[in-house]
């Protein structure tokens, strides 16, 4: 290439996620779909060895994942092969780049209750054989539960006051023992006129009580303001 | 005899231009009849203006009419046309002005925001020299866990790595990675300086962003102060990064 090479690409600590140094300064996940993208975000090819490789740019502004993961959380655990569970999907876009990571061999549920934005997400998933779109009501595990297997994690972004009774639901349906859980909290939608670390707190306390074991909390500045991720592990095995 | 002519002209004395003296050189240069003339004929000029002026103002009559007197005014000793009672404008065409100023301003606020979007969306501010902005809390089981908490090994890294929270690689990447990955200084030094340039231009957006955001409001503002028909209360006055703020009287629509 004339110019010598324009972009960086380095292995990041979670498997299948990249940072791109160059002229961008980017988050980026291997395009499952060459030449395609989801939501106009930036495409990034790269040649090494003759092999042309492409990658999507993962915005951590409208991405509360991506924000997470720029943030330094430990575990994301969506790694390449994974089951991942995904409740409040909205257009596809984050589930866009979840499925980039898992990977042909990995699966993805995408759940997400408006029709507006399911429409999209399905569109997203008519050219990822990997995401399996459902529109239907988080809070109703039992609508979509034939269409289930069992998941390795459970991501949620869902919004709502009732955040983590929504996600415990979901996770004693189809969430495997010493599973993981995912959910990145935005305080003001659960209690506006709380402080945000109280509210965080609350919303730990609660999955204390459905048998999911905090782990980790992070929040997401500088993207996000009175953002928080949760990582927890569901019916922990005892330990030794 | 035209041959002659020229001999004789050849053989005459040549007659130089005069100059200013060295010892007169103060004076600046040395003045010349045609110089005297212009300076004359001004000067005659600025005298038959002043002598004219002078009859006329003899010749006045104190009991004239004069327009003037009634369609100028003093201000600070100069006498200046009145602002006409008709105004150039009616109420409905400087509503109509205003808005257009207004959407003028919010369309390139919003070509402003969407280049911003453009940019962020491939500039994700990873900059490890940063203190991290965000707090990390680790939940361990034990009192004694948390006393003997050792972060590095925790996050399966290298301790020097603990502050470049976007990628901590695995100690298990560490092991296995090759470092000299034949990318030479002056590309990366490119690559460093167009990001930089990059970063310039969207601070620099968001900035202009904000401006226009604020001057936007405070033309709202003044458009609905127009309306001078509905009751308002001033709260707080403008400021350079605030529109004024008022109160109105609640109206019930029917």
């Known amino acids: 290439m004339a110019g010598g090479k324009q972009v960086i690409i380095e292995p990041h600590r979670h498997q299948g996620v990249f940072i791109a140094r160059g002229k961008e300064d980017a988050l980026v996940t291997k395009n499952m779909t060459p030449g395609e993208t989801v939501y106009g975000e930036k495409k990034i090819s790269v040649e090494e060895n003759e092999i042309k490789i492409e990658y999507r740019a993962w915005n951590p502004f409208r991405s509360k994942l991506a924000a997470a993961i720029l943030g330094g959380v430990d575990h994301i655990h969506i790694a390449p092969g994974s089951k991942v569970l995904y409740l409040g999907a909205a257009s596809g876009t984050t589930v866009s780049h979840v499925s980039d990571i898992v990977g042909p061999d990995g699966l993805v549920y995408a759940v997400e209750f408006s029709h507006r934005s399911g429409r999209d997400l399905i569109n997203v998933a008519k050219k990822r054989p990997n995401i399996i779109p459902i529109i239907e009501d988080a809070r109703h595990p039992h609508k979509y539960r034939m269409l289930m297997g069992m998941v390795d994690t459970i991501f949620a972004d869902v919004a709502q006051p009732d955040q983590a009774r929504i996600v415990a639901l979901n996770a004693h349906n189809f969430l495997k023992n010493g599973g993981h859980v995912v959910i990145s909290i935005k305080a003001n939608c659960i209690d506006s006129t709380a402080e945000p670390e109280a509210v965080f707190a609350d919303e730990v306390n609660k999955l204390k009580s459905e048998k999911i074991k905090p782990q980790e909390q992070l929040t997401l500045e500088p993207y996000e303001r009175d953002h928080a991720v949760v990582v927890g592990v569901y019916r922990a095995p005892p330990k030794k | ?254």
């Open chain 2, 1 to 254: 005899m035209s041959s002659w002519k020229k001999v004789s002209k050849a053989k005459s004395k040549q007659h130089r231009e005069r100059s200013q003296l060295e010892s007169r050189k103060w004076l600046g240069p040395l003045e010349k009849k045609k110089d005297y003339k212009k300076r004359a004929q001004e000067q005659h000029r600025k005298d038959a203006t002043i002598k004219y002026l002078r009859r006329k103002a003899e010749n006045r009559n104190p009991d004239e009419y004069y327009f003037n007197m009634v369609k100028t005014r003093k201000v600070d000793g100069q006498h200046q046309a009145k602002e006409s009672e008709e105004p150039e404008f009616t109420d409905t065409q400087v509503k109509i002005m205003e808005s257009q100023d207004i959407n003028y301003v919010n369309l390139m606020r919003s070509k402003e925001l969407k280049k911003i979007e453009k940019l962020k969306s491939s500039l994700h501010v990873i900059d490890s020299s940063q203190e991290p902005q965000n707090k990390h809390i680790i939940f361990v089981d034990s009192k004694k866990e948390a006393k003997n908490f050792d972060a590095a090994q925790h996050f399966d890294t290298h301790p020097s790595l603990m502050k470049r929270v976007y990628n901590r690689p695995t100690s298990k990447m560490l092991a296995q990675q090759d470092l000299a990955k034949n990318i030479d200084d002056r590309s990366l030094n490119k690559m460093s300086a167009q990001r930089e340039q990059q970063y310039k231009e969207l601070s620099k957006r968001i900035g202009r962003e904000k401006e226009l955001r604020i001057i936007s409001e405070k033309m709202e503002i003044s458009r609905h102060l127009l309306d001078k028909s509905s009751k308002r209360k001033k709260i707080s006055d403008g400021t350079k990064d605030q529109a004024p703020q008022y109160r109105w009287c609640f109206h019930r629509k029917r």
